[in-house]
């Protein structure tokens, strides 16, 4: 594409913008090259990949740094030449950014699985990266690591140096050298130490003379015992710096080794720092993903300037392409008009080089040979100061060059000669990229131009709008309706007598009065739809205020419900786990009681059957297990004595024992307990046997233990089922007083034998258990010692 036209529409601001966001030199350098894509996979490629760094950017910044190009270290390595210090620490620094790079994009590869692509594969020259590091230090200098043979030459240095500085300071602070000094310190010239001596004293001082003060009064003395130790160093930097120049020579032969692998991570690296400037500055502009499309489309929603203000810029919307691919703006001056050119074609360009757009992510943008834009000598955006020649200058030259997948832009067409010839050549120019296929937007005061799009498909008016109380433009963009000068109001509110704006009025013409009132008269409707509109809007933000509203009252008492039924099932919980101890002590103290078989005894043992009983009546009707309740399915014309039933507040099972009383309860058998319970309590089992054990009852423990049975078999049960059953069979068979018991699992999968023998370890009537003998069934048989 022409940058000349790019230019006129500021895109070269844009670019500005763009490189102040990138980090590294390549990356500023690929930014300043940034231009339009007419292919539409490379387009699309670029699209998505800004759109990764976008989405990435919001779990963190990316680890990008400040780096200088390698290119020009990378070609003279590959010729040989040996690098600096601070050039091969610039490759450092390059392959560490490439290496946080990588394990950052690994770490998001599930939203940037393309800019992940890019770089999982390439090699990180690890070794190189290691070297650099161990050798290197931060200001480009040789560390002392970098060879054992510079370590000791440093070490030499460093010992000698401080030798020298303790003789000569020691020779300053005796008190009888200190009048032949000018001062008591220690300098250097020509890399040697020395002291400031009297030239009265020179001879006191014997050694080199190195300098000497301007005034003449100061000799600058190396002592005779110093000249020893001072050509030892001399000697030892020397071979540092020989040491040094062979490090430098071997890092640099390793870098050339790498040089092809370094020059395509050095651009690499540039391209996803431009990426990630990108996505910086669609932040900051608050852009959205464009979509791009093949049906020659511009559809801008709600699209602001990016180079305006967010206090100032009122966002505009344009349509081009599908009713019509030509639209005519007509209204005031400083309306907005230019802007909105200007707007479109910025867009369409920032959309077209992969960048997001400060618009709705609605927008859409078609894949373009050109974008053409004739707005004045680089005018500013408020006003046009071009003349018409240079005006037709740029004309002439997009009739040449715009062909179809075009667009182009016209501000003021046919300004700056006779209206009548302008209108014209404008309406005449319009006509002949509408016969192409152009997109085509243009700007005009010209009425003639009105009245061309009212006559012809596929063009349409719009105008920008005016407050006529206050004299100002609103920038707002109305598709539909064509713009007035406003010239008489305008004059009228300035102070221009009435009289001259009626005669100017009759001097217009009837014919363009007509026009004018059916402008005014359009406007006037479209003000009234605007308010009505408005006004169901604010009616539509109310309903979904009330709306949410209630969803989300709705969701809070769902969860204060939630949590009260929690808390009540965990109370029941407790309850029940108490039950359960409390009843494992009565059982101990029943069994006691019977040993002592008295009266008395006995009649305590019923005593305290029956506060336990009203106890854990009470606890049943208290319903803690509320919550999402099931429903009883038995009724009292069916119901039998000996079935097994469900419990449905205390989730137990248990058997009928008498059918329903005045009041509609039954009396039930639940373990070791007899509890009254409602018929809507309770729920029939499908598997309905009579129970295997006789039902204890207090006063008759002496028949207990005759009447228990010594083995239950669970054949063909469920685990669950199994345990449930077990329980019961040992609460019997331990009141029964009996010693041993015979539990029939089967072997099967061994899943029912396993769940089966686990609960029994943990059973507190248990003393010990073990599998059956030969002849008592072996693994598919229990044997149980009760305590």
Not at 96 to 104: E, G, H, Q, T
Not at 123 to 141: A, H, T, V
Not at 489 to 506: M, W, Y
Request: with cysteine.
């Amino acid at each position: 594409m022409d940058y000349k036209h790019l230019k006129t529409l500021e895109y070269h601001k844009i670019v500005t913008m763009l490189t102040e966001k990138a980090m590294s030199e390549v990356g500023k350098s690929v930014s300043t090259k940034l231009k339009p894509i007419n292919d539409l996979e490379q387009l699309k490629r670029e699209i998505t990949l800004t759109a990764e760094a976008v989405e990435v950017l919001k779990y963190g910044s990316a680890p990008l740094k400040e780096l200088v190009d390698c290119t020009d270290y990378l070609k003279r390595a590959d010729v040989g030449s040996s690098l600096k210090g601070k050039e091969l620490r610039n490759i450092f620094m390059l392959l560490r950014c490439f290496k946080d790079i990588v394990n950052y994009l690994e770490k998001h590869q599930d939203i940037t699985p393309f800019l992940y692509s890019m770089v999982k594969d390439l090699d990180r020259c690890k070794d190189l990266q290691e070297n650099l590091f161990k050798c290197i230090d931060e200001d480009g200098s040789v560390k002392d690591e970098a060879s054992s043979e510079l370590k000791s030459i440093r070490r030499s240095i460093y010992k000698n140096h401080n030798t020298l500085r303790e003789k000569l300071e020691s020779y300053i602070r005796n008190p009888k050298n200190q009048k032949y000094l000018q001062e008591p310190i220690i300098t250097q010239r020509n890399d040697r130490y020395v002291i400031p001596v009297n030239k009265d004293y020179k001879g006191q001082v014997p050694g080199i003379v190195h300098d000497l003060s301007a005034s003449g009064q100061t000799l600058f003395v190396e002592p005779s015992y110093a000249v020893e130790i001072g050509n030892r160093l001399t000697e030892l930097y020397k071979k540092e710096g020989y040491e040094i120049e062979r490090i430098l020579i071997q890092l640099s032969a390793e870098v050339a080794a790498e040089s092809s692998n370094l020059e395509i991570i050095n651009q690499l690296v540039g391209k996803i720092d431009f990426v990630f400037a990108k996505a910086k500055l669609a932040k900051v502009q608050k852009a959205s993903l464009p979509i791009i499309n093949t049906e020659n489309l511009i559809k801008v929603n709600e699209g602001r300037h990016p180079l305006i203000s967010d206090e100032e810029v009122v966002p505009m919307s344009v349509r081009l392409g599908a009713d019509f691919t030509t639209l005519i703006i007509t209204g005031p001056n400083t309306g907005g008009k230019t802007v909105t050119l200007k707007t479109v074609g910025l867009l369409t360009a920032m959309a077209l080089s992969g960048m997001f757009v400060p618009a709705k992510e609605d927008s859409s943008f078609p894949l373009l040979d050109g974008i053409y834009a004739d707005i004045g000598d680089e005018q500013s955006i408020e006003q046009s100061l071009s003349t018409f020649s240079s005006h037709m200058t740029n004309i002439v030259e997009i009739t040449k060059k715009a062909r179809e997948n075009s667009l182009v832009l016209f501000d003021e067409l046919g300004a700056g000669t006779d209206p009548i010839e302008g209108s014209a050549l404008a309406t005449c120019l319009l006509d002949l990229f509408r016969q192409r296929g152009l997109l085509t937007i243009a700007t005009t005061h010209y009425s003639q131009l009105k009245t061309y799009a009212y006559e012809n498909a596929g063009v349409e008016n719009a105008s920008v709008e005016f407050d006529s109380k206050t004299l100002r433009p609103t920038y707002r963009l109305l598709v539909g309706i064509p713009g007035k000068s406003n010239a008489f109001e305008i004059s009228k509110r300035l102070g221009l007598s009435d009289e001259i704006v009626d005669k100017a009025k009759k001097v217009m013409g009837t014919q363009n009065t007509k026009v004018d009132n059916m402008i005014e008269d359009l406007e006037q409707k479209r003000m009234a739809y605007e308010s009505k509109a408005k006004a169901l809007e604010r009616q539509k933000e109310e309903v979904e205020r009330v709306k949410s509203k209630y969803i989300n009252e709705n969701e809070q008492l769902k969860q204060k419900r939630k949590n009260v039924l929690e808390k009540s099932k965990e109370e029941a919980r407790d309850i029940v786990r108490q039950a359960k101890k409390e009843s494992e002590q009565l059982v101990k103290e029943i069994r006691k009681l019977k040993r002592q078989g008295s009266e008395m005894v006995q009649g305590d043992l019923d005593r305290k059957l029956t506060t336990y009983g009203q106890r854990l009546k009470k606890t049943i009707d208290k319903d803690l297990y509320s919550g999402e309740k099931e429903k009883g399915n038995v009724t009292a014309d069916k119901i039998k004595k000996g079935e097994q039933v469900k419990l449905l507040d205390v989730n137990q099972k248990g058997t009928i024992l008498s059918l329903p009383d005045s009041e509609g309860k039954v009396l039930c058998q639940v373990g070791i307990m007899k509890v009254k319970t409602p018929i809507s309590n309770l729920q029939l089992l499908q598997s309905n046997q009579k129970p295997s054990t006789t039902v204890y009852t207090p006063g008759k423990g002496a028949s207990a233990q005759s009447s228990a049975k010594n083995s239950l078999d669970l054949r063909g049960e469920n685990v669950e089922e199994g345990i449930l059953k077990v329980d019961k069979f040992l609460d019997e068979a331990f009141v029964a007083g009996l010693k041993e018991v015979t539990i029939i699992h089967g072997k099967g999968t061994g899943a029912l034998r396993e769940g089966i023998t686990s609960y029994l370890k943990k059973h507190p009537h248990v003393d010990s258990t073990r599998f059956g003998g030969f002849k008592e069934g072996g693994q598919g048989a229990s044997i149980v010692t009760l305590k």
